[in-house]
């Protein structure tokens, strides 16, 4: 078992009239991880749009990470739930990123505004043996 | 205009066989444009006595926007987490020490951010909300 340090931080200076710093870190336990850069294949829900998380790929928790490279910041990318509501989970705009817990026995996939965009992704937790490798289930 | 910047970092010495190492910096911006946000909540924290599902953020309160959300579970037990639901989806669980940063698009009355606690026993969430008005 690894692990992974996952730290955050936001800053401003002129939000409000104090500085505002926020940092915090996290030590997240797993088993195996990579960051993924993949082409967003699909405009709405598919069954074959680009899957970031196979469902029970991992056990307890997991985070998702994704960010989408696309550089104009309105060709958006969705996550959604591809299980069973294809419920949409977020909406990330160009060049912004989320790190985000998943249900571990849901499948979450993207679409975007166009195709071709790409993002860059990974998901980190514990591995479970009820799913394959990543993204080849 | 509002500059605020969000950091992520992602390392490991031991998950791969090359050191993993990732570090990028995003400009929180309102949907669509390069305009800074320029409304904040402040950092809050909000200690929870029951397992009850409670809204943490109500999405009939805010704009269809691009608002920017920040969430950490406080608690130092192990076991402890945080069930995060959007508009009647759960995404996920933080456990204790653990954050997630993700937009919020707010697009309907409905579109609420739920908190549940796993435990009735005094959890903390800290949180953070970036406005898109």
């Known amino acids: 078992m690894g692990s992974v340090r996952a730290s955050f931080s936001f800053s401003t200076s002129d939000v409000m009239t104090a500085d505002i710093s926020l940092s ?20 709405a829900v ?6 970031v998380y196979t469902v029970n790929d991992k056990t307890e928790s997991a985070y998702l990470y994704l960010k989408n490279l696309d550089t104009v910041k309105e060709n958006y990318v969705y996550i959604y739930n591809d299980t069973d509501s294809d419920g949409l989970v977020a909406k ?25 965009s790409m993002v860059e992704f990974a998901v980190f937790g514990l591995d479970s043996s009820a799913a394959g490798p990543f993204n080849q289930s | 205009m509002a500059t605020t910047t969000a950091t992520i970092t992602l390392s ?23 305009t800074g946000l320029t409304q904040f909540t402040g950092v809050g924290r909000k200690t929870r006595t029951t397992t009850a599902q409670m809204t943490l953020f109500d999405g009939d309160a805010y704009a269809n926007g691009s608002h920017k959300v ?18 009647s989806e759960q995404i996920g669980k933080i456990y204790a020490g653990d954050w997630a940063f993700f937009p ?5 009355d409905t579109n609420d951010i739920k908190i549940a606690a796993s435990v009735g026993t005094a959890m903390t969430i800290e949180y953070a909300l970036f406005i898109d008005e």
């Not at chain 1, 870190?25 to 082409?39: C, E, F, P, V, W």
């Not at chain 1, 598919?46 to 899957?51: G, K, P, Y």
């Not at chain 2, 490991?12 to 444009?33: I, V």
């Open chain 2, 12 to 34: 490991s010495g031991d998950l791969t066989g090359d050191a993993l190492s990732l570090s990028t910096t995003s400009t929180l911006t309102k949907a669509g444009t390069v």
């Open chain 2, 104 to 108: 919020w698009e707010a697009n309907a």
């Open chain 1, 46 to 51: 598919d069954a074959n749009a680009l899957e």
């Open chain 2, 70 to 87: 920040y969430l950490r579970n406080t608690s130092t037990v192990a076991t402890e987490y945080f069930t995060i639901e959007i508009n």
């Open chain 1, 24 to 43: 915090v870190g996290a030590d997240l336990l797993a088993d195996s991880g990579t960051i993924s850069r993949a082409k967003v294949v699909k405009t």
């Open chain 1, 92 to 116: 990330i705009a160009g060049l912004e990123f989320c790190f985000i817990p998943v249900a571990v026995n849901k499948a979450y996939r993207v679409y975007g505004t166009k195709v071709d």
